[in-house]
């Protein structure tokens, strides 16, 4: 899954008003931020497999570091307890923990079995990725209702804060068809840092327009 788990982050805003958006989204994608990394170290293994789902060329074969349900709840409890630490906010840190988990759980949907429940245990998966429209229908519904609960608190009050939100999303969304209609890639190491480059902009880029919104009750 990709962009549904940036509509978990959106709609987290909600409940974590005071937080940032670009945390609010880290959180969520915090597996899949660790995972270029710790395949680029070798600590995790990926395959390319043309046909492996529909939907991902990609043979997800050992990933229980960054992937598993126990090592998901470890990343979840580390980083709500450092955010607690830093801001004292209680929702903030709730949303920050419980998007951290989302993420096996929106995997464990769409991956085939290979979502493992600790290192070197079973592993699950319900195989969404099997069907292209039924992933492509899920995601983008998921994405619309996350952004959609955003845009309702939130008011931009400048043309960052508007523009710089609408174009972030419309960016995520071809980034999603695009690489859907993009030719296989060709190593595993342009995959992962292709990865690593596409976070690098899109966390800072959330904050930078969060930052230019306000929480619409905080109007009244
Ligand atoms: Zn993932």
Redesign the pocket.
């Known amino acids: 899954?990709f962009i549904g788990?940036f509509a978990v982050g959106f709609a987290a805003k909600r409940f974590a008003p005071r937080t940032s958006l670009a945390l609010l989204l880290a959180a969520p994608l915090f597996?899949?931020l660790l995972?270029p990394w710790f395949v680029l170290l070798g600590w995790e293994r990926v395959r390319i497999d043309p046909g492996n789902t529909s939907f991902t060329p990609l043979d997800l074969a050992y990933y229980p570091w960054?992937?598993s349900l126990l090592m998901s709840s470890v990343w979840a409890t580390v980083f709500a307890l450092v955010y607690q630490r830093i801001s004292h906010y209680w929702p903030g840190t709730l949303a920050i923990w419980v998007g951290v988990l989302s993420?096996w759980v929106?995997?464990w949907i769409t991956?085939r079995p290979d979502m493992p429940l600790y290192p070197g245990g079973p592993r699950f998966g319900l195989g969404l990725w099997n069907s292209i429209a039924g992933t492509m229908v899920v995601e983008i519904l998921m994405l619309a209702i996350g952004v959609w609960l955003y845009a309702r608190i939130t008011h931009g009050v400048d043309r960052v804060g508007r523009y710089g939100f609408v174009a972030y999303v419309a960016c995520l969304l071809v980034l999603y068809v695009g690489d859907r209609f993009s030719a296989p890639p060709t190593s595993v190491a342009e995959i992962m840092w292709t990865g690593i480059i596409a976070e690098a902009f899109l966390i800072p880029w959330a904050w930078w327009f969060d930052d230019h919104r306000v929480f619409r009750s905080a109007l009244q």
Request: glycine content about 0%.
């Open positions: 899954m788990h597996a899949d995972w960054s992937h993420h929106l995997d991956h």
